[in-house]
């Protein structure tokens, strides 16, 4: 029994760790129309130069991008804007619940197998406590590691 409750666990910890975004992969595009077609009042990031801004977006034509950014109403030259980003939706609230799934599903499975084994030795008929707390420990786990998952930031729309 130990031996499957092992796999099980390392098999909900390898799909957990799927989970996890692929950081590295942003999709670069040339092509101006793209931001464009960014509507008003979405959250952007301006590279220009050395300088990047973040703001939101008020209108682009094919040669400004304006942004209202903490100093005000900026307009860009489309010339000298080397990069476009846009602020991707934040998923810390689905992560963390699906670290809770995850977490007191494992933390049950582990808790069954041990109250299974534990059933003539010193912890006799406290199977369901410690399925119990197995589970809560599981949760507890899974919920702070779906928390911590990252979640949001910025997706490259344009790059010169």
């Keep these: 029994m130990k031996r499957v409750t092992a796999k099980l666990v390392a098999g909900v910890l390898i799909s957990a760790i799927g989970l996890i975004p692929n950081l590295g992969a942003q999709a670069t595009q040339a092509d101006w129309n793209v931001v464009k077609a960014l509507t008003a009042g979405t959250e952007i990031r ?24 903490g100093k005000g109403q900026e307009m860009f030259d ?5 990069m476009v980003s846009v602020k991707k939706q934040n998923h810390r609230k689905r992560n963390t619940l699906i670290g809770l799934g995850i977490g007191e599903g494992g933390g049950l499975a582990f808790g069954g197998a041990v109250a299974n084994d534990a059933k003539n030795s010193l912890f006799g008929g406290h199977g369901p406590a410690i399925i119990a707390s197995a589970a809560g420990a599981g949760a507890l786990v899974g919920v702070l590691v779906g928390a911590v998952i990252p979640s949001g930031g910025w997706r490259q729309v344009y790059k010169k």
């Design 46 to 69: 301006i590279t220009d130069g050395s300088r990047t801004v973040d703001g939101k977006l008020d209108r682009t034509t094919d040669e400004v991008i304006m942004m209202t950014s």
């Design 78 to 82: 489309r010339r000298d804007v080397s």
